[in-house]
């Protein structure tokens, strides 16, 4: 019925991984479900004024990708920056009670540099939206 | 009887038959209650009625509306037809971010699908994945409304995840373990100072914390004060405008359960989950809850979810939006540094203490 084979020495960490498999699964199934019911029972009537493309009624200007000024490169390249240090973080958070002071002064310089960085960004003007 | 008939079936089997159960059972009936509660509240902060029609007290709402939907044309603009497939698939990403999502969320000392070690880790990284869906959408939809709102809703979703990351680990440092199970465990077997009348929740010892959650799920969830994205005065419906019919629905309905998912996450990690602190019935671990617990606890979770969804729409019906800059201004230079000395801060006392 199923290509998923799990043998028995498949650890207890893979198992569990199953169910979001199944999760997954079960996402696109109901949503394909009713998508598909809906197929049988909707309309379809396209005509020309229908297809257009939507732009508050008035016939559409240029190309729909037209071109538009990227303005979170920057702030795309330190999200990078810090979401990898907060994967640093997260594993020193659940082992503090073991590094106790040790720990404390480690992160606490980690996250001055990180600080650092976001001072300087800020100063450089990079933080601006405009 | 049950448990000899269960142990014949592989463990993907067994997984699956969870699976389905916990969907058919819990999910839907609990969508069915929070998308009227939502409906009704939304409806008498306007001073109107809301939802009567379809059931008693318009109790049906739900899937009147999906009866609604399924009836609808499908239109897939012209200009977006050379990236049809993925201009239909992007809602499909969105819904299964948020199905992912639920994989996590403990329900009671029993009742969960999954108990990864790193469950907090992994409930961060799913959320973003929708953030995928609404880019395609954006993009595919080759309008110019579309495409602005796609953008921003990635700016956004970038700029807020960081703080909701990082107001994670505060939580993480007091209760020690990324495990949400051991969490709530935490919460509830926890005491203030010695008085442990009503445990820990975190929510008391970690409130900046919290704050700085809840305003990030607003943002995540592209609620009001951070809509722009969907802006619909400049951008008509921005990343939704090319949808109709049943496709649509499904952003719109993704839209609530994902409120109600987040609002779950954070009311275990914040407001102590399924339980209610064990020394009330005089239970030491987890393995001394009582049964009743699978049935009660998933009622509590579910109360406790209610009270931040409904605190997460009352805000988006009371203020206006923000402006562009101002909100990437207020999650860089606002949010992430308050953050950031939340988690020092914790770990000093937590070394102190």
């Known amino acids: 019925m199923s290509p998923v084979v799990v043998s028995e020495t498949m650890s207890p960490f893979l198992r569990s991984y199953l169910t979001v498999v199944w999760f997954g699964l079960a996402a696109f199934l109901i949503a394909g479900l009713l998508l598909g ?49 907060a994967v640093f973080i997260f594993p020193w958070a659940t082992q503090l009670e073991r590094y106790a002071g040790f720990g404390l002064i480690e992160m606490g310089v980690f996250v001055a540099i990180l600080l650092l960085g976001l001072v300087y960004a800020w100063r450089k003007g990079v933080l601006r939206w405009v | 009887m049950l448990a000899a008939l269960l142990s014949e ?90 199905f992912l999502l639920v994989v996590v969320v403990p329900f009671g000392p029993d009742a969960l699908f999954t108990n990864f070690e790193t469950g907090i880790f992994y409930a961060l990284a799913v959320s973003s994945v929708s953030v995928l869906g609404i880019l395609i959408a954006g993009w595919s939809s080759a309008n110019k409304y579309s495409l602005l709102g796609g953008l921003r809703a990635a700016g956004q979703l970038v700029a807020y995840e960081l703080p909701m990351v990082l107001a994670v680990v505060g939580v993480v440092i007091q209760a020690g373990t990324m495990n949400l199970q051991q969490i709530v465990v935490a919460q509830n077997t926890g005491s203030i100072f010695g008085f442990d009348g009503v445990g820990n929740p975190y929510v008391i010892t970690q409130f900046v914390a919290f704050i700085v959650f809840m305003i990030a799920v607003q943002a995540e969830l592209t609620q009001t004060p951070f809509d722009m994205p969907i802006a619909e005065s400049e951008l008509v419906s921005g990343y939704m405008t090319e949808y109709s019919g049943f496709r649509f629905l499904i952003f719109f309905i993704g839209e609530f359960a994902t409120a109600g998912v987040f609002s779950m996450i954070a009311s275990i990690l914040f407001l102590g989950g399924w339980g209610v602190p064990f020394s009330w019935f005089g ?30 729409m009352w805000i988006r019906f009371s203020f206006p939006r923000f402006r562009e800059d101002q909100l990437q201004r207020f999650a860089w230079k606002g949010l992430i540094p308050i953050a950031l000395a939340n988690i020092m801060l914790t770990a000093v006392l937590k070394v102190a203490f």
């Not at chain 2, 239970?283 to 409904?310: A, C, E, Q």
Request: aromatic share 14%.
């Open chain 2, 283 to 312: 239970w030491t671990t987890i393995d001394s809850i009582d049964n009743w617990m699978n049935v009660g606890g998933p009622l509590i979770l579910f109360t406790k979810m209610l009270v931040l969804v409904f605190f997460i």
């Open chain 2, 9 to 98: 079936i592989p463990y993907w089997g067994q997984s699956l038959l969870r699976v389905l159960g916990g969907l058919v059972a819990v999910l839907l009936p609990a969508g069915t209650v929070v998308y009227l509660f939502l409906f009704k509240m939304m409806s008498f902060m306007q001073s109107r009625l809301g939802p009567m029609e379809a059931g008693p007290y318009g109790s049906m709402q739900l899937f009147a509306e999906v009866g609604k939907w399924l009836q609808k044309e499908d239109i897939v603009p012209d200009a977006a037809a050379p990236e049809a497939r993925i201009f239909k698939l992007a809602p499909l990403i969105v819904l299964a971010s948020t």
């Open chain 1, 37 to 85: 019911i809906s197929a049988l029972i909707r309309p379809n009537k396209p005509n020309a004024q229908k297809m257009l493309t939507y732009e508050s009624g008035v016939d559409p200007v240029g190309s729909g990708w037209s071109q538009s000024q990227i303005r979170y490169y920057v702030f795309a390249l330190l999200f990078v920056i810090f979401d990898v240090e």
